[in-house]
């Protein structure tokens, strides 16, 4: 049973002894310069204007969130279509349900005015 592993296993150890090998090479031959312009974040090129560590507004965590949930949404569409004729009509208002649910919360954030910038 343990055998039909011992390909993966191997595979494993190779990928890991590999990434250790090459980062210790790199440890010892690698340029060791430090300058102000290398530990600067780089910003395509130009100097950056605002700090990295600014604060991004709530809203766009809302929009992240609201493109994760109706990008699940597709997900899971589409293997209930593939599957439609043999699902029945179960299937059709069990997926009804599901659109009618993710309609409403859509309908709402878009009256709360969450999808405005």
Do not use: N
């Not at 991004?56 to 949930?69: D, E, N």
């Not at 109706?70 to 059709?92: C, R, S």
């Amino acid at each position: 049973m343990l055998a039909e592993y011992t390909g993966i296993a191997a595979m494993m150890v190779i990928g890991i002894v590999l990434a250790g090998a090459l980062l210790g090479v790199h440890l010892l031959l690698g340029p060791r310069r430090r300058f102000d312009e290398k530990l600067d974040p780089f910003e395509c090129g130009e100097r950056p204007i605002v700090s990295p560590r600014q604060r991004f507004s709530v809203k766009f965590y809302i929009v992240a969130m609201l493109f994760i949930l109706f990008d699940v949404e597709a997900v899971l569409i589409y293997p209930w279509a593939a599957l439609f004729t043999e699902l029945g009509w179960f299937g059709f208002i069990e997926m009804l349900i599901f659109i009618v649910v993710l309609s409403v919360g859509l309908a709402y954030e878009w009256m709360k005015g969450a999808l405005e910038w």
